[in-house]
């Protein structure tokens, strides 16, 4: 069994950062990405980054150049620091993990962008 949790969201002011935490427990194997999604109100799920097993980032367009995607020394681990945040931002953020051939939802952790 596979457990995904991701925390760090709060509320935050217009131009703050967060970082947020993304921990894949559960298994044995590095996984070969893991990634970041968002979801508004009344809005369709957003991809916001992917990294990769190897180390390679990609980014949704909301996020280039704001965004960074990191994981840590521990493989199973990854963080997305936010940096210059705006109302728009203000999402449901997921982490989606995939191991092999199968993926895995994280609850969420939201975050809230407002003055």
């Known amino acids: 069994q596979v457990l995904v949790m991701e925390s760090g969201g709060g509320s935050v002011q217009p131009g703050g950062s967060l970082r947020l935490s993304c921990v894949a427990s559960?298994?044995?194997?590095?996984?070969?990405?893991m990634e970041w999604y968002r979801q508004a109100p009344w809005k369709e799920r957003e991809f916001v980054a992917r990294i990769t097993s190897s180390g390679e980032t990609d980014y949704g367009d909301s996020a280039k150049g704001r965004f960074t995607v990191s994981a840590a020394n521990a493989r199973n681990t990854v963080y997305l620091q936010m940096n210059n945040l705006k109302p728009d931002d203000t999402a449901n953020y997921s982490c989606?993990?995939?191991?092999?051939?199968?993926?895995?939802w994280g609850p969420g952790t939201q975050v809230t962008v407002s003055s």
């Open positions: 989606y993990v995939v191991l092999g051939r199968s993926g895995y």
């Open positions: 559960g298994t044995i194997f590095n996984f070969s990405t």
